[in-house]
């Protein structure tokens, strides 16, 4: 059983890309929003060692042996013994999810979609074909058939979780914008002195919740810390209140041919030979707490992209 949790924070949140900033090159870097499902654990980790009154610099400490901290949270350099779901986002009290990149739509959707952010839409959903007239390297071989016009990939935008369960024929599909204000935000670098740096201007979008908008996740273990509190998000440390949802999200998990990828999902052996249909593939980093370093850049598929096995806890099958 997976415990839930909603997420809101008091400002604006800000996760960049793998671009670099560099002086005459380079002064804006791409948004990264939702965050990532490493983002949440970092955050819920640290919530843990602040909650439970475990000093950072103790928890470092290779002489660390707190069995239950351990148990719930593991060593600062060992993989997490717990997976995120998501996250995804909670508004009006409903939840809404990626949309699959194996369903297509016309793609005269796609204007409506930019301009009104929301769009009624009936998916053309691939199938898998067997056909010895078409030869691939791959095992199985999904495709989209249109009516009349060119087709483009849902992936990107977003669906209801009811009406992905319920699997209506027509269903809203909506655009990012729609839970979600970007703002541009410009700044300047400071040296060591904290002093302006002459020249280094640079601009970021940040991402403000909409007014009755949260994020939510899943957590598949249960965590020793409060039902409600604070954390903090990346390394800019925007912090918001959390709180666990009384009720339970079922997510659908039978044998099907497809799985849906509920976030973004790291490059693997197995990852590549069961990918069925994604976008374009996003590279993170981030802050390896144990080498006190950066981590080395992994390419990821982005959350929306589909695969033939059931290969990570974040992908729920595709009736």
Not at 92 to 104: D, H, L, T, V
Request: proline share 6%; glycine share 6%; charged share 25%.
């Amino acid at each position: 059983m997976l415990n839930w949790y909603r997420f809101k924070p008091v400002d604006t949140l800000f996760f960049r890309g793998s671009e670099p900033m560099i002086l005459g090159e380079n002064h804006s870097a791409t948004p990264i929003f939702p965050p990532t499902p490493n983002t949440i654990v970092g955050a819920l980790r640290t919530a843990v060692l602040i909650q439970n009154g475990i000093n950072f610099k103790k928890y470092k400490d290779n002489g660390f042996n707190n069995d239950k901290i351990i148990s719930s949270i593991g060593r600062h350099n060992d993989k997490p013994p717990f997976d995120v779901i998501g996250p995804l986002f909670l508004y009006e009290n409903k939840i809404f999810i990626p949309a699959p990149y194996s369903w297509y739509m016309d793609s005269d959707y796609k204007k409506i979609l930019y301009k009104d952010m929301v769009a009624k839409v009936s998916p053309i959903k691939s199938f898998l074909l067997n056909s010895d007239m078409i030869k691939t390297n791959k095992e199985k071989l999904f495709w989209a058939k249109p009516d009349k016009s060119e087709l483009v990939s849902m992936g990107g935008y977003w669906i209801s979780f009811d009406d992905f369960v319920q699997e209506k024929d027509a269903f809203v599909l909506y655009n990012i914008t729609y839970f979600v204000n970007f703002e541009q935000r410009t700044g300047i670098a400071l040296n060591d002195s904290r002093i302006v740096r002459d020249g280094h201007i640079y601009s970021f979008n940040h991402a403000r919740l909409k007014e009755d908008c949260e994020l939510v996740f899943g957590i598949n273990k249960e965590l020793p810390i409060d039902s409600e509190g604070i954390i903090k998000l990346g390394a800019e440390q925007r912090f918001g209140r959390y709180k666990k949802l009384e009720i339970n999200i079922e997510i659908p998990d039978s044998n099907c041919d497809t799985y849906l990828s509920l976030s973004v999902l790291p490059k693997s052996d197995k990852a590549n030979r069961s990918i069925v249909a994604t976008g374009k593939i996003l590279y993170f980093g981030g802050w390896d707490l144990a080498k006190g370093f950066h981590k080395p850049m992994i390419g990821y598929f982005p959350a929306g992209s589909v695969f033939d096995e059931k290969i990570d806890e974040n992908l729920i099958g595709i009736k």
